[in-house]
């Protein structure tokens, strides 16, 4: 039984918030988000409950008087990045009065808690995934009784609804339909900061989609750790959300991330074969091709039971493209297995590649299995991938030069603010030039050449 965080509890923060919001005139805050898109999420929550306190965005370190350390534990640089930045603020701390916060999942590690009260004491707040709910209460004590506070919760999580939330996006809408892991795959500390697998009901989402779709939002990204093993209750599956949401009038584009290849059965491509809206790209993390390293993995799944769910889904949905996640030296990967995935990714053809070296974790399984990889063989095979990738991204974009595409226009290219940027369908970017009120419009765009990172195009 998943428990709900119960609305007298929400109702409770929300006294908080009003009484914190008597303190808060003319202060600023800046959330450093680190990790994936559900703690971009996590970020957009606390930066809701920041604002009903009372509190202005700031973009500036300098500027703020109250700074959140949204962090990441997925891999050691993500980490270790965290304690630079910390050590960079400190000498700002005295000037600004600044309140210091360290949140998400570095914060659900034990030792990395106890690094941060011996060599950090400067921070004045640490709040867990399971709790930043209780931020408003935290800050309330910390600011009546200036007393550091700690709170982290070591459960196997909840549901949160019903927190304020200030989007990053205006058109395109992160929303998070389940959190937790129970895959235990044996690199992966996500079971470990993020708890059990629990999911949202059906009506909260449904509800929560209908109204972004009310505001003007185009786009929904659904999230969690393993999607399609996303339970509504009695029967509900993340197939039958994928239909419902495919529903909602004024949402375009449903995309989601991440699925798990073991997971991905018959009823999700039948659902996403069958709707409007449900993006034709899907990020199936393959991790490894080889089947040995799979199995020390915890995979589930096989290099051929992989080929053939890709091949699956290829002949019911002919458009479909695929991106992924790899990691290269997970401990005992030889040339051998290492070739395999070499072979799986000359088969599939990904339209993309997040590919990573492996970095132990502490507490995993794989931190105490033998033969660990030396950090150079590490860095050739990863260098050995991308060179494979950049030549099929290369060649896949070829293929759209002279096509015809639909694009959302997202907003201003980073680097030239007279060019505008998008994403096809199948999720790659495209650049051209284009007025300003045609952000958040669909548009649609002839390409005419291929840059390895992004395709150029003209409006038509
Ligand atoms: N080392 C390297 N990469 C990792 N990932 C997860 N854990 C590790 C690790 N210990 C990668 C996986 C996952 C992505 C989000 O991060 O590829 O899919
Ligand atoms: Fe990083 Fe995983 Fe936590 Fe996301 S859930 S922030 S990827 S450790």
Redesign the pocket.
Known sequence: MINVVSEETIKEQKEYMNQVKEHTKGLCYLIQT???K??ENDSEKIAGMLEQMGYQPTQSVEDANLVVFN????REN?AERVFGKLGEIKALKEKNHMIICFG??MSQEKHIVEKIKTSYPFVDIIFG?HNFYKLPEMLYHKMTDTKKVIDVWDIDGEIIEGLPIKREDTKSALVTIMNGCNNFCSYC??PY??GRERSRNPKDIVREIEALAKEGYKEVMLLG?NVNSYKGGEGYTFANLLTDIDHIEGIDIIRFMSPHPKDFKEDVIEAIANSKHVCKIIHLPLQSGSTRVLKLMNRGYSKETFLELVSKIRNRIPDVNFTTDIIVGFPGETEEDFLETLDVVEKVRFEQIFMFMYSVRHGTKAETMPNHVPEETKSERFQRLKLLADRITEEENVKYVGTTQKILVEGESKTNPDVLTGRTETYKVVNFVGDKSLIGKEVLVKIVSQHIWYLKGEII
């Not at 962090?71 to 997925?74: A, D, G, R, V």
């Open positions: 680190m990790g994936c559900l703690n962090t990441c534990s997925i993500a998400g999942c995934t500390i996500v900061t993020r750790q």
